[in-house]
Structures are given as structure tokens and as C-alpha cells.
């Protein structure tokens, strides 16, 4: 393996100036780097990671902490877009991604991890509100959130959202707009800002048009807990004409339990979903939702993870808008 001293004896320069050039120090001429840049290139030499580190105090390496089972990452495209997103901006930098699911039991060792010079920055998607772990991370490491923390004990962190508020309110606007007025929702989990942003623009755009409902049930962003959910509402007897889901997966679960039920899609109920997946496009009927940028998402949070390890100013809160994407099912 070349090493350090023989790129300086190929350039004809001081080891210490190759160890400049390799961590970019603007101490060395532009000449000078020049030369020390082609003799790296014609010995192929690759600096060592680790020594650097112990120079720098940098790793270049970002985790992605997704507190859920793989199961759920695995099954839902909203991680796959985000870990996307965060790729394609870390494709141009020296940075390393590693992705960590990690399971309520061993959280421990999650931050265990963090906290030992493992990683340069911290990006946490998925987060539930009853774990203040990771906003106490912040104290000690760079931490971006994707999605906006709950609690009060999260106070300033950084975060990308989707304006997930008005994007369910103008689901639910078509639904209204469509002649539906017997609307009823599954909601996401209540410990997560996308279920309660969601489930409070329900009932703020239903009351601006006058109507109220208390039909709501509450799911896990899945398609099994979607169907469950359905059912609930339809063993409820209450007339239904339209159901917003505050995803697609749900929305498409919901699909399996209203043809149980001998209904259709969109004959006897229209459904709106949220989040413009795959499950929502390859659905019969192709479901009505309402887009949110996940791969964009995923940039902005590796934007602003690096700016904050590199110690640029960076905006504290990014969010970012959604459309209505009007399809058969509503």
C-alpha cells in the first residue's frame, strides 16, 4: 500500500505537506497541491481514515437512526426515499452514510455508538415523542431531525418537515369538494407529528365547512393496521361516503376492508391517502394523495447535518410543501 512518505518522495516535497494537502489545509500553494494531487493519483495512494480522524477529530461518517423494527423500514417507501434523498447529497462529499433500526431494547446501544466518536452527526427519522434520548443527543453531537419533534424538551433542535397540516387539509378540501360529507379518518400514531398534524387538519377543515365527525381511528402507518382500523369504523354502523388516511399504506389497507364489506372504491366510499408511494400509484383504483418531497426531504436533512458538523450557519427549521395528486380513488 503507498504510503504518506512515498507520495512526498514522488513529489519531492515534506511528508508534512502531503498531510496538508490531503486534509486540505490552505496553507499549501496552489502549485505545490497541484503536484502533491498527481503524485497521489499515479501511486494511487488512499489516505488512512483512521489516522485522519485522530488528526481532525472527524470520522466522515453520518448515522441514520431509525427508531423502528427493519420490518417497518424495510416494508415502508418513505424510509427507502429518504435514505435516497440523503445519498444523492453525500454522493459529492467525503461523508459515509450508516443506517441504524434500532429496536425499543436496544436503544442503549444506539446511543452508545453515537457517543463514541463513531460518528461525526446524527440524522433521526421516524421519531416518537415519549424517547427525549435524541434531542438530549443534540447537546453532545450534531442531530437533524427528519419530521419535528413533539415534546417541549426538544426545544431548538434541527429539523426538515413537510407542511404535513396544510397538505391534510387539502385532502380532506377535495374530499368535501367532491359531494362527501359523511368523512370519516385513520389517523396516524399520536406520539408523531405526522398523525397529529394530520388528524388536527380533519378536523379543522371540516369545520370550516360546518361538519364535525368522530369518526376517527387510529392506525400505525401500516396496511394491516389501515384495514383494522376500517373495520372499526365500519362495525360502527355510521354512514361513511369518504375516508382520509394519513398514509397510503393505511389508505390501501382500508381498500381490503371496504370491498370486505361488499362496498367500492370510490362508488360507496372515495379515500384519499398521503404520501404518493408506490403503494398509492399501483393501487386499483390508482389512489387520490397527497404527495410529500421524501427524497428531497433526505437532501435537505444531509445539508444541513453537514453544514452543522462543518460549523456553517444553517436554518434550524426546513419545511417543505406537499400537492394534491388527484387520482380514481376520490
Known sequence: MPTLEMVAAEAGVSRATVSRVVNQSPKVSPDVAAVVQAAIEHLNYV????????????????????????????DDPFFAAVVQGVAQYLEDTDYTLNMIIESGSASHKTRRYLLG?????????????????????????????????LSDVDGDNYYVDVDNFTGACSAVEHLVASGRTRLATIAGPQDMPPGVDRLSAFHTTLSKHGLTSDLVETGDFSPPSGAEAMRRLLARGEPIDGIFAANDQMAIGAYSAIREAGLSVPGDIAVVGFDDDNYGSTATPPLTTVRQPSIEM?????????????????????????ELVIRDSA
Open 47 to 74: 489516505p488512512n481514515r483512521a489516522a485522519r480522524s485522530l488528526v481532525s477529530r472527524r470520522t466522515q461518517a453520518i448515522a441514520m437512526v431509525v427508531p423502528e423494527s427493519a420490518a417497518k423500514v424495510f
Open 298 to 322: 433526505g437532501r435537505r436533512m444531509a445539508e444541513k447535518i453537514v453544514a452543522l458538523i462543518e460549523k456553517r450557519a444553517v436554518d434550524t427549521v426546513t419545511t417543505l410543501n406537499t
Open 117 to 149: 466518536g463513531n460518528v461525526d452527526g446524527a440524522l433521526v427519522v421516524s421519531h416518537h415523542t415519549g424517547d427525549h434520548s435524541y434531542s438530549e443527543l443534540s447537546r453532545n453531537l450534531p442531530v437533524v431531525f427528519g419530521g419535528r419533534p
